[in-house]
Structure formats: structure tokens, C-alpha cells
């Protein structure tokens, strides 16, 4: 899966040949002559170019099948045996010329123990493979159940989950887990479809099985009620979201601190083990951040507002409405609020532009940060399938060089920071990829950056050093979170 870099400056040069083992079929992306080039980019009659995402969406739809309706969880968290049993119901319909249905739910990490798994009220055998078969993909490591039913295409369907997580940890609390740059997401906790662009309201219950108090914070609508010695959160994000942007945590509230606010009339929901994730400290940094970004960017995108475990070390990672961050990253991942969580990218190999937004964002305040190189070239997209999880860890500092690339195209930082808010405004919630962001910018600004595109993202010459891959692969592990409890309550509850 490679760009082919001809001579001259081409016009279109996105040439993709993906084997797709379970349509048994091969797909071809973009794949033009000089002459089709010439006719795509409409240089006769100056009108402008327009990405064609017809090949890539066929591939979408032929890999994910489905289009998720809304998913409902119900989880009953046993905190001092370890363990949560979980129920969780799909509702979706079939994507077009789609009719066997598949769903990703990775078992693995948690050691999950399936107990019952329904399609349309038929309960099937997971052992069985006249009923469901395990399947692959040359182009990514997601795994994806396959359902051996056809089903109407013009129906809504349902697939039912019954099964139990055993935690890992040695602290009792139960927690999302996302990593966006390996690619794993929520499909480890619920069933769903692990790609960006699958954008579907979820609600998730949580019942807290103790006689102790545990706290809660959590991305959209959370509502609370005890009974029984039960406690209960009922998490709504109200908004379609994708599954991986969905956050929440629980733990003993005896343990961490919790505390509400109001910072420019966005309700902050904190939490913290305390020590070095001062609560103090990251209330004054949004202070006077949160302002900043909805000046620049527009009003805070989440109506909810924030929700923020803040750790004393690690770094951080974004959710819908809130994120688990060291403080040295909330900056960081609040800026996601705008650009990753609500402007979201069509596919994880695109998730590039919103780190690399990110960073530039922050980089650029230094009048002297330089822009990437007339000589750079790299895969950085193109070296990735649509179809692939995480994305290329260069996204972070050669990406955010490209786009002060862009923002010296439009005028300075800001113009494009202008851009930036336009974008935001106009495509809240509408998943696309690089090219159309590419198209965004040439028609917003009337530039011309298509060759440079190609050849700083799709090239297959790419000069990346291994110097270069370490430096990057160590800025990602800078943004890993760390979510290990304190020492003194690890050891408070090995006593219990």
C-alpha cells in the first residue's frame, strides 16, 4: 500500500491497491494516468479540485458492514472481587449491498468471559462456526465476530452481550482505556465498531455493588441514584459519538479528591489521587485556557462541559467532554475538545491532523518555528490502510511543521487560526479524512497546496530516519497515560 511519486507535479497521485480477504476482492484507490490527473484537478477550466472518496468508502463499508444505531450498557462493578459483569445491546442497520453482519469486541486484555451472545433474539453458539466466525484483515490487527446470518438491509437489527470483564488491576476501580496511537479503544469494554467515523449515542449504566462510597466522572449526561446499598450513573453522551472518545471512571471516594467548577461558564468535573495533580493548579491553567480556545476556536464544543482525572504523572488522553491527563498535558487535551472529540478525523490513519493541529498550535506562539522543508517527503498517511487502528507517530512534530507550512500558505498564524475556527464551525461531527481537510484549506484560503500534500504525506520515498522514528516513537510514549494508583493505596487494599 504505497504513493507512487511520478515526475513532474501531479495532480493526483493517490494509487492504493488493498486485498480485502474477506470480500475476497481488490480495491483500487485512486488509481489514475497522467491524463486523469490532468481532468481530476479541472486545470482547463480553474475549477477546483475535489477529492473522490468513492474507493475508500467502499472499503469502509465493505470492512465495518454496519452502521450502529445506539448502543446500551448495563454494568454490575463488584470493586472488591475484581470483576464487572456486563449486558450490552447494538442496534444497528446494514451499510449499502451489506447483509452479513459483523461487530468488533476484543476479549482478550480483560480476560472477558462470554455467556451469551444473541442476533435478532437468536441466541448462537460463539464456539460454533456455522454461527459466528473470528476474522482478520491483511491491513490492520482488529479483529471483527462475524455472524454467520444474512440479514434484510432494509431492517434494524439488534446483537445482545452477555459476559464478564476480570479487572487486571490491584485497586478497585473500573475505567476506559483508550490508546489512539496503537489503536485499541472501547471495543475491549462493549461491543461496537473501532474506526472514527462510526458515531453512535451511547448510554451506559453503572452499578456500584458497596457498601463504601466510589465517585464518577464521565464524558456527557451523568445522572446518580443509590438504592440498596447500589450506587448508580447513568452516562448519556446525548451526542452520536465514536465508541473510543467515550470516557469514565470510577473509584473509592475516600481515595481521590473530587470537586466541581465553572470556568467560563463550562461546568469542570475533577478528580485526582491528589499529590502532584493539583486540582488548584489545573483550575487556574483552564482559567485562563479555556477562554483562550473558545475565543480562537468558537464556544466549547461539549454542552455538558468537562471531565478531568488529572494524574500526577504520564501523559494524557482526550475524550468526549473530558480527559485523564497529567497536568503538564491538560493544555494538550482540552485543545482535543476542538480538533480530535468533536472535529473528527474519518479514519485512525487521518488522526495525524488533529495532534498535529495540536502541536502546531502550541509550537507556532514561537514566531521563529520553522515549517517543514521543500525536501521532505513521507508516508505518513499513505503508508497506513484506511482500514488500519492507530496512526503514525510523526503526526505529532513533522506534522505540526506542516501545518505551519499551511499557515504561512494562508498568511500567518492568524489565518489560520481563522481556518482552524472555520473547519470547527462548519464540520462539527462530519468525520473526513486528509484530502478533504486539503480541500478545506485550498478553497478557504484559494492556495495550492496539492503537490506538497502528496509528496509531505502520501510519497513512498519517504526520509524519515530511524533517528527520526525514535524521536518520534518517544514523543507518544510522552502522551501515555499512566493510571497506576498511588503506592500506599495499592497497599491499602492488598490488606483488605
Keep these: ?37 490532468d481532468d481530476n484537478n479541472n486545470d482547463d477550466n480553474n475549477e477546483p479540485w475535489v477529492p473522490d472518496n468513492t474507493a475508500e468508502n467502499l472499503l469502509l463499508d465493505q470492512t465495518y458492514r454496519i452502521d450502529l444505531e445506539n448502543i446500551n450498557v448495563v454494568y454490575d462493578f463488584y470493586p472488591y472481587d475484581y470483576y464487572v459483569d456486563g449486558s450490552a445491546t447494538a442496534v444497528f442497520h446494514m451499510r449499502p449491498d451489506q447483509v452479513r453482519p459483523v461487530i468488533h469486541f476484543d476479549f482478550g486484555r480483560y480476560h472477558i468471559e462470554l455467556q451469551e451472545i444473541w442476533l435478532d433474539n437468536e441466541l448462537l453458539d460463539y464456539e460454533n462456526e456455522s454461527d459466528i466466525k473470528i476474522i482478520t484483515y491483511t491491513e490492520t490487527t482488529q479483529k471483527a465476530i462475524e455472524f454467520q446470518r444474512d440479514l434484510d438491509p432494509n431492517s434494524i437489527h439488534d446483537i445482545f452481550v452477555r459476559y464478564r470483564i476480570n479487572l487486571p488491576y490491584e485497586y478497585p476501580y473500573f475505567f476506559t482505556d483508550v490508546n489512539d496511537i496503537d489503536g485499541y479503544g472501547n471495543e475491549e469494554l462493549w461491543p461496537t465498531l473501532n ?149 473528527v478525523a474519518r479514519t485512525y490513519r487521518d488522526s495525524w491532523w488533529d495532534e498535529a493541529i495540536n502541536m502546531w498550535y502550541e509550537y507556532s506562539e514561537d514566531p521563529n518555528f520553522p515549517a517543514i522543508g521543500d525536501n521532505f517527503y513521507s508516508d505518513i498517511v499513505s503508508g497506513r490502510s484506511p482500514i488500519a487502528v492507530g496512526f503514525d507517530t510523526r503526526g505529532y512534530e513533522e506534522g505540526a511543521r506542516i501545518m505551519q507550512a499551511c499557515a504561512m500558505e494562508l498568511g500567518g498564524r492568524t489565518q489560520m487560526i481563522s481556518f482552524l475556527k472555520h473547519v470547527h464551525a462548519n464540520y462539527t461531527f462530519k468525520p473526513f479524512n486528509t484530502l478533504d481537510l486539503l480541500y478545506y484549506l485550498q478553497t478557504y484560503g484559494n492556495v495550492d497546496m496539492y503537490d506538497r500534500f502528496m509528496q509531505w504525506l502520501y510519497s513512498e520515498d519517504s526520509q524519515t530516519t530511524a533517528q527520526d522514528w525514535e524521536y518520534a516513537d518517544a514523543i507518544a510514549e510522552k502522551h501515555r497515560v499512566d493510571l497506576t494508583p498511588p503506592a500506599h493505596l495499592i497497599e491499602k487494599y492488598r490488606k483488605k
Design 1 to 37: 500500500m504505497v504513493m507512487k511519486r511520478t515526475q513532474g507535479f501531479l495532480k493526483f497521485m493517490f494509487v492504493v491497491m488493498l486485498t480485502l480477504a474477506l470480500a475476497g476482492m481488490i480495491g483500487f484507490y485512486g488509481c489514475t494516468s497522467d491524463d486523469d490527473d
Design 195 to 343: 474506526t472514527p467515523h462510526e458515531l453512535v449515542r451511547h448510554v451506559i449504566t453503572i452499578n456500584v455493588h458497596s457498601s463504601e462510597d466510589f465517585n464518577l466522572i464521565a464524558s456527557g449526561y451523568v445522572v446518580e441514584s443509590s438504592a440498596d446499598g447500589i450506587q448508580t450513573w447513568t452516562i448519556d453522551t446525548e451526542e452520536s459519538i465514536a465508541s473510543y472518545t467515550l470516557m469514565f471512571i470510577v473509584l473509592p471516594a475516600a481515595d481521590a479528591e473530587y470537586r466541581e467548577t465553572l470556568i467560563n461558564n463550562v461546568p469542570v468535573r475533577w478528580l485526582s489521587f491528589g499529590g502532584e495533580a493539583s486540582i488548584d493548579r489545573g483550575v487556574g491553567m483552564l482559567e485562563s485556557w479555556l477562554p483562550e480556545l473558545e475565543t480562537n476556536l468558537g464556544p466549547f464544543p461539549m454542552a455538558r462541559g468537562l471531565s478531568v482525572f488529572l494524574l500526577s504523572g504520564g501523559g494524557g488522553m482526550e475524550y468526549y467532554g473530558g480527559t485523564m491527563t497529567s497536568v503538564w498535558a491538560l493544555e494538550h487535551e482540552v485543545f482535543h475538545m476542538y480538533f480530535g472529540c468533536s472535529t
